[in-house]
């Protein structure tokens, strides 16, 4: 997945859920309760998914195993922008109400120079 499919995927995964993805505790997480995503969640693959990503972040390798079709430009890996650009659409599930996330994400896209 490159950055527009990335966001695109989001997106609409937010936009369809429109709630967050929290454990027990109301914590975000990136598998929650009654099969809710976050925002990087829903990137991860079933089959790839692994529970023990829970409180990392995209820095930790165990998030990074559960996230191996993205594809970053120019040789980018997984350190500076596309840590960024993920954790930019994790912020918005994590910090804002579901009511806000339209106008965040179209915030976010116009930035990315993304549809």
Not at 57 to 80: A, E, Y
């Amino acid at each position: 997945m490159n950055k527009q499919e990335i966001f695109t995927t989001v997106k609409n995964h937010l936009l369809s859920q429109n709630a967050r993805s929290v454990n027990d505790y109301d914590e975000c997480v990136y598998r929650g309760v009654d099969g809710k995503m976050c925002a990087i969640g829903c990137l991860m693959p079933d089959h790839l998914y692994d529970p023990e990503c829970e409180g990392h972040n995209s820095l930790d390798t165990k998030v990074q195993r559960c996230l191996p079709m993205i594809k970053f430009p120019d040789g980018d890996d997984w350190g500076g922008p596309i840590i960024l650009f993920l954790n930019g659409l994790q912020d918005i599930h994590d910090k804002y109400n579901v009511e806000e996330w339209p106008a965040e994400l179209n915030k976010f896209a116009l930035k990315h120079s993304l549809e």
